[in-house]
Structure formats: structure tokens, C-alpha cells
């Protein structure tokens, strides 16, 4: 049982490069959602989804973009990468982001832009 | 707004010297309070929910307890290998927020 997979673990970005951080889930859970982790800052929740085709806005969006088509996969991309986006980002899961469901993490891509 | 306050930013115990973290947390509409477990290089691992205040649940030498203002866990005669970063969070509709942990250090 994989559970929450994240791809790359490492990536170092030029500002004003693109690129997409991978979440895939295998555990047919409709709620998905990414995180940014810094030092002193905990875990700031970027975007979230509550199934395919439906997207919403966390409380640190711009500069991400986010889309759904399909229930195992949530990728997150950066349109033009800033020194300031330089942070480890974890996807999580759960099967609803409602009435306390517990969300589930993968192991986290650790990115830096120069 | 919604907010979550962990203390202290970090605890060094002994071995063997027991203590508790605190979660304070400000929430409109609580649907659950999480505790998980960080280590260096990691993803947050899953502890304890707890639902409402009173509530109890206990893990090896971790026990979580919920009022209707905060969270403590209790560490009870820690061992080295619960040395990790602790995180809170409150669960409110579809969003989750995060404490910035605690980073426990439980010398040998």
C-alpha cells in the first residue's frame, strides 16, 4: 500500500522556471491537498480539493495553481518560480475534509529556486 | 480566525523525565483536533484525533487529552526515539490548520 506518493523528493528551480510537483494517492480518497513547510512557519495549506474537477484556494495561493482530473492525482504548479516558493512541500490526503477525517502525508519534495 | 499556538517551540528532557506539550487552538466550527509526529526529512506521521472535550486516547508512552480551548500531550517517561517534532492541528470544514510544533529532544 503506497498510500501518498510525491515526486521529486529534491528540485532545485532558476526563478522564472517552471514546474510541477506530482501527488498521486492510491487510497480512493476524494479530499487531496498541498502543504508548505517552513522553519517557525508550520504547515500552511497552499490549495485543496474535494474531488475531481473541484479545486479551492488554501491560505497561501498565489503563485500555485491546481487542477484535479482525477481522484488518485493532485499535481501543483509553479508558473514562475520565486526565491521566496524555496520550501518542502507535502501532499496530503483523506476521505473528506470534512467531520474530522484524518489527512495522511507523503514523504515531501524539498525545493529550491535560486 | 482560525489559529493554532503550540508550546513550548522546543523541550529537552532525560530520559525517563516525563512532561506535556500544549496546543492552544481558536476554531469556529471544530470538527476534530489532530496530533502527529514529525521526524527530520519527513511527512508528518499520524498520532491521535480527538473530537471533543474530554476526550482521552492514549499510544505507548503518549497520551493526548482535549478542553474546549487546548490539547496537551502528556509524554510519559519518554525514550530517546520519541524525539521528533509534535504537530497540532484543528480540523474546520475543509481546511486544516497547523501549529508550528514542538521539537522534543529526549536525551539518553
Known sequence: NAGVTQTPKFQVLKTGQSMTLQCAQDMNHEYMSWYRQDPGMGLRLIHYSVGAGITDQGEVPNGYNVSRSTTEDFPLRLLSAAPSQTSVYFCASSYSGLNGNTIYFGEGSWLTVV | ?108
Open chain 2, 1 to 108: 480566525e482560525d489559529q493554532v499556538t503550540q508550546s513550548p517551540e522546543a523541550l529537552r528532557l532525560q530520559e525517563g523525565e516525563s512532561s506535556s506539550l500544549n496546543c492552544s487552538y481558536t476554531v469556529s466550527g471544530l470538527r476534530g483536533l489532530f496530533w502527529y509526529r514529525q521526524d527530520p526529512g519527513k511527512g508528518p506521521e499520524f498520532l491521535f484525533t480527538l473530537y471533543s472535550a474530554g476526550e482521552e486516547k492514549e499510544k505507548e508512552r503518549l497520551k493526548a487529552t482535549l478542553t474546549k480551548k487546548e490539547s496537551f500531550l502528556h509524554i510519559t517517561a519518554p525514550k530517546p526515539e520519541d524525539s521528533a517534532t509534535y504537530l497540532c492541528a484543528v480540523n474546520n470544514f475543509n481546511k486544516f490548520y497547523f501549529g508550528s510544533g514542538t521539537k522534543l529532544n529526549v536525551k539518553p
